[in-house]
C-alpha cells in the first residue's frame, strides 16, 4: 500500500517562497513509469494541476505556474519537493500529492494515490 504525505508548511506571508514536502512509503519514486503531481484546491473552487516529477526525475509543469514553480526530489528520502515562489493570498489552498500514470489530470480519478492534503495560508 501506497501512502503520501505532505508536510505542513505553517503560515506563508505574501511574497515568499512555499516549499512542501511529499513523503512516500511503500513504494520508490524510482518505479517505473510514475508520475508524481503536486495539486491544489482553492476554497469553493476545483482541482487544479501544477507540475510533477516522473521516475526519472524529469519535470513538468502548469504553463501557468511554470514560471513560480519547481519540483525536486530526494530519492534517497523518497521525497519529491514543491517551491512556489512570490505567493499571493490567491495561492490559498489545500495542497495535495497524488501518484499517476500521467500528467496534468484535473479529477480524482486520475491518481491511484493521494496525501490527505495540507492547507495553505497565505497572510501577512
Known amino acids: 500500500q501506497v501512502q503520501l504525505q505532505e508536510s505542513d508548511p505553517g503560515l506563508v506571508k505574501p511574497s515568499q517562497t512555499l516549499s512542501l514536502t511529499c513523503t512516500v512509503s511503500?513504494?520508490?519514486?524510482?518505479?517505473?513509469?510514475?508520475?508524481w503531481s503536486w495539486i491544489r484546491q482553492p476554497p469553493g473552487k476545483g482541482l487544479e494541476w501544477m507540475g510533477a516529477?516522473?521516475?526519472?526525475?524529469?519535470?513538468y509543469y502548469s504553463p501557468s505556474l511554470k514560471s513560480r514553480t519547481s519540483i525536486s526530489r530526494e530519492t534517497s528520502k523518497n521525497q519529491f519537493i514543491l517551491k512556489l515562489s512570490s505567493v499571493t493570498p490567491e495561492d490559498a489552498a489545500v495542497y495535495y500529492c497524488?501518484?499517476?500514470?500521467?500528467?496534468?489530470?484535473?479529477?480524482?480519478?486520475?491518481?491511484?494515490?493521494w496525501g490527505q492534503g495540507t492547507q495553505v495560508t497565505v497572510s501577512s
Open positions: 497524488a501518484r499517476g500514470l500521467s500528467v496534468g489530470g484535473t479529477v480524482r480519478s486520475d491518481y491511484d494515490y
Open positions: 511503500g513504494g520508490s519514486i524510482t518505479t517505473k513509469y510514475y508520475y
Open positions: 516529477i516522473d521516475y526519472s526525475g524529469s519535470t
